[in-house]
């Protein structure tokens, strides 16, 4: 069966320092893979989506980056972190033979003071 | 946008059948019915979708009125723990998921 990990669970940063979430995924291979962003009591945004290695669409402008150096590995990142970019982060998979149902992690609550 | 209409809130007595309503008007023909749900300080779980005909599974049944305008997602049997955001999502396959406000189920004993 597939799982999927996220980690930190959660994490205290100061503003302008740097930032680094890992998403990997097991028992798939060539998993399309996702990072959303989820505001307190808000819905989810997509901020980035990759359907391979080194391949990675932005949804929106932002202060984060994303990096996919391995087939199930999702990294994003943040060289300054932003008070604005508080909040809860998600990073989900999908396959193409499961009709593309996407499964999300457990999540990384990040806050930034 | 979400493209669906969801009331904000519910209640559900505990052992008792909770019918979680969606209107989703605008749907298209290639369009499929999800339903997720995200109990608090998780990551949204994966339920059911479907496209024209009614879904059934181990957590819920999907039923879909034959003009696909509206769907209602059936747990027959709710418990405390079904307690969770419960979101209607129309997409294609391989579309955005685009999640709205969902509805907040409360199952209470």
């Known amino acids: 069966s597939q799982t999927i990990h996220q980690w930190p669970a959660t994490l205290v940063q100061p503003v302008g320092s740097p930032l680094s979430l890992e998403c990997t995924v097991e028992g798939t291979s060539n998993p399309n893979l996702y990072w959303y962003r989820q505001a307190a009591g808000r819905g989810l945004q997509l901020l980035f989506y990759s359907v391979g290695i080194g391949q990675i669409s932005s949804e929106v402008p932002q202060n984060l980056s994303a990096s996919r150096p391995q087939d199930r590995q999702f990294i994003l990142s943040s060289k300054k972190l932003l008070l604005s970019d508080s909040g809860f982060y998600l990073c989900a998979w999908s396959v193409w033979g499961r009709g593309e149902t996407q499964y999300f992690g457990p999540g990384t609550r990040l806050l930034v003071l | 946008d979400a493209k669906t209409t969801q009331p904000p809130s519910m209640d559900c007595a505990e052992g008792r059948a909770a019918n979680l309503p969606c209107n989703h008007s605008?749907?298209?023909?290639?369009?499929?019915v999800y339903w997720y749900r995200q109990i608090h300080s998780q990551g949204p779980q994966y339920i059911i979708h479907g496209l024209k005909n009614n879904e059934t599974n181990e957590m819920a049944s999907l039923i879909i009125t034959e003009d696909r305008k509206s769907s209602t997602l059936i747990l027959p049997h709710a418990t405390l723990r079904d307690t969770a955001v419960y979101y209607c999502?129309?997409?294609?396959?391989?579309?955005?998921?685009?999640f709205g406000q969902g509805t907040e189920l409360s199952v209470k004993p």
């Open positions: 999502i129309v997409r294609p396959v391989g579309g955005k998921l685009i």
């Open positions: 605008t749907i298209s023909g290639n369009e499929y």
